[in-house]
């Protein structure tokens, strides 16, 4: 049986269909009644989820739909009653209108939940929970399950910033065991410390990468493996090395990372290797349990 199984993974590799059997174990675990959180994030953890059920897989991780079916449609419900009270609060303190950016109406909701959002509070301020929340918009029609998603990963920051000592400290070792020309330039031109990693890492580097390649990592991330945001940026340096090494200054640095924004296929090669040496340090291995967001 599992010469037959090792046969069909390399033929459906030959034939350019690699992952077909993967998309047929996660709909399968999808239709488990009630649905095994711990098995759908070793999936999330070890392969890239399929764009069809996307949704699906997101929203059960993330706390925001139950494991229970019927539980569903009540919990959504209220998810639903909580979005429209909000919506309408703000509309009627007039903070937000038809003309404000979902992206900024979502950050207010937040605010407003959180009783975050005194008078005088700018809501068009930068913020991790609007960068978040404006990638998730670029992946999903749903706005309020959009705004659940957003609440739930922007948990996944707060850990981050939580954690930022240990990411920034192995950041650096890893750098310098991965690429120890690039550390030991970066440091001599006083750049290595000088990296935005707080800001990169809370906001999952929405805004660095694009959006069809940033959405693979964010898989791992709804999985709860954090850590990989360690390596992309490990990735990040290593593909655009020669440029890098020209770079002399904070601001130079900063202009050459900026620049793949635009750059897809850049982009591509940076998440394949980032996964690639994440799963080489056994990142694969980890499986949060505790991190695993149930809803019954």
Same mark, same amino acid.
């Given at each position: ?89 703000? *509309? ?73 000592? *240990? ?125 695993? *967001?149930?809803?019954?």
């Amino acid at each position: 049986m599992a010469d037959e199984r090792n046969f069909r993974s390399t033929y459906y590799e030959k034939v350019g269909c690699r992952g077909v059997e993967e998309r047929k174990s996660l709909e399968i675990l999808l239709k488990e009644k009630p649905l095994n959180l711990t098995k759908l994030t070793q999936f999330c953890i070890r392969f890239t989820v399929p764009k069809i059920h996307r949704t699906v897989l997101w929203n059960s991780l993330l706390g925001v739909t139950p494991v229970y079916d019927k539980s569903r449609d009540y919990v959504m419900e209220q998810r639903v009653a909580v979005y429209n009270d909000l919506l309408k609060a703000l *509309k009627t303190m007039r903070i937000v209108d038809e003309n404000t950016p979902t992206s900024r109406v979502l950050y207010a909701m937040w605010l407003l939940e959180k009783r975050q959002l005194y008078l005088g509070r700018d809501i068009t301020q930068e913020s991790h929970f609007c960068n978040i929340t404006k990638v998730l918009l670029e992946i999903f029609d749903n706005d309020v399950e959009t705004y659940w998603m957003a609440k739930s990963l922007y948990d996944y920051s707060e850990e981050v910033s939580l954690e930022m000592g *240990k990411l920034s400290d192995l950041t650096y070792t890893m750098l310098e065991k991965e690429e120890n020309g690039l550390f030991i330039h970066l440091k001599s031109c006083d750049m290595l410390t000088a990296l935005p990693l707080s800001e990169w890492y809370r906001s999952f580097f929405a805004g660095v990468l694009s959006e069809p390649a940033l959405i693979r990592i964010w898989d791992k991330i709804c999985g709860g493996a954090i850590k990989i945001v360690v390596f992309v940026m490990i990735q990040i340096l290593r593909i655009l090395r020669r440029r890098v090494l020209r770079c002399v200054d904070q601001k130079s640095l900063f202009e050459c990372i900026d620049s793949i924004k635009n750059e897809q296929e850049t982009a591509d090669m940076i998440v394949n290797g980032a996964i690639e040496l994440w799963q080489q340090n056994k990142g694969h291995e980890y499986i949060p349990q505790s991190k695993v *967001k149930s809803l019954s």
